[in-house]
């Protein structure tokens, strides 16, 4: 493959502001588990299952900062892969990108298909229209990242904003149905069991590196980055804690369907439209998930493309909008071969699932790691970079078997770096990246 440097191009537009930064962290983070993940983990613990919550709203917020710091600090398109470069060197940051690059053409698809798959079956309709409500989805995202990052950020507010008004709406029609009686025996199943409800939750809460790879487009980076995250991460707090009280006051996790518990939340104040308005509240949440991390890795792959760590192709950008359109045609062909695959049934989503998901973790340990070191010189903000390094860690080995898909990935990476010519890798200009004196002080 050609992976010669990409030549330096026209400076990206600053235009997220702090409004659309909060839209893009709460679309990153506030995923397809908000839907299913109160009903499983009320099912595992029971009414116990609220202090897994409490505990890990709290958690939230060294996790979203620990991100948020990096990118206010070192605002990059190569995110979390460029914390890891200028911590650990040029290969590990590349190898940190290639991971989380290696995440978005198989996770994306995964969201659309949950998200569809709500709608669908409020609606009646088979598995062939759940493909193509996905399709149209993954098209959708793709096509608003291509107008550029104004109309992303425009979008992300006007779709956030649709999902918190209508969750909230459920969790309002619901509290009539609430009974003390729904919250005894309050630990059923033991004190283990809110550990195991508190090691799952962890997926409702990761999602915040996904927008450090777009923090070199912010108009104010230490503002968006640190006054962002903490806004996010607050709002985010308070919704999934009230959808978790919802699920359990109602008993709506019980007879089986944990799985389905949003859906019963809601249905009991709205009827049979319930079931209906809760698929289109998951097709919102999935879109903006795909939309902020089809962004942050086309982002990503310009990045790669440009420091010669992937083919040359991948760093093209818009002439009009600057836009990655090397990493979105990249990402375009990886959808279209990951629903091709699941089309023909030849995969199952609970088998494509758990892919990304030891990839995503790898990448909030290396970007932690990165923090500790750059960040010395201020002990809080090395604590909580340390915070969140541990708790990463302590995650990752109940990802099972799924860990060959990394090691797949850093496989091939480091092959390919043995059968690259060295001269190949030439170093250029970062177009995307644009510190202030301080910063660039601080990296002497």
Known sequence: MNTAAVPAEQPVKRTIG????????????LGSGILVVPGLAAEIAGP???LAWGFMAILILPMALSMGLLAARFPDAGGVSHFAEMAFGPKIGALTGWLFLASVPIGAPVAALT???YLTDALGLGEPYRVAVACVMLVVALGINAAGMKLVGGVQIAVVLAIIVVLAAGIAVSIPHLSREAFTPFLPNGWLSVGKATALLFWCFIGWEAVSHLSAEFKNPKKAGVQGVIVA???LGVLYTLTAVATVGTASYHDGQAEASLSRVIGMGLG???GVATGVVAVLICTATIIAYSGAASRLAYSLAKRGEAPRMLGRLSRRSSTPLGGLAFLAACFAIVMTVYGKGIVSLSELIRFPNATFILTYISGTAAGIRLLKGNSWQVRICALSCFCSLAVFPFV???AW????IAAGFSLASFLRNPKHAVDVPRVFQKEDPEDMHSHK
Request: charged share 0%.
């Open 18 to 29: 702090l409004p659309q930064a909060i839209a893009l962290y709460i679309g990153s983070v």
């Open 272 to 274: 049979s439209a319930g």
């Open 400 to 402: 099972g078997t799924a």
């Open 405 to 408: 898909y990394p090691l797949l």
């Open 48 to 50: 116990a299952s609220l």
């Open 115 to 117: 998200g569809a798959g």
């Open 233 to 235: 991460a607050l709002l």
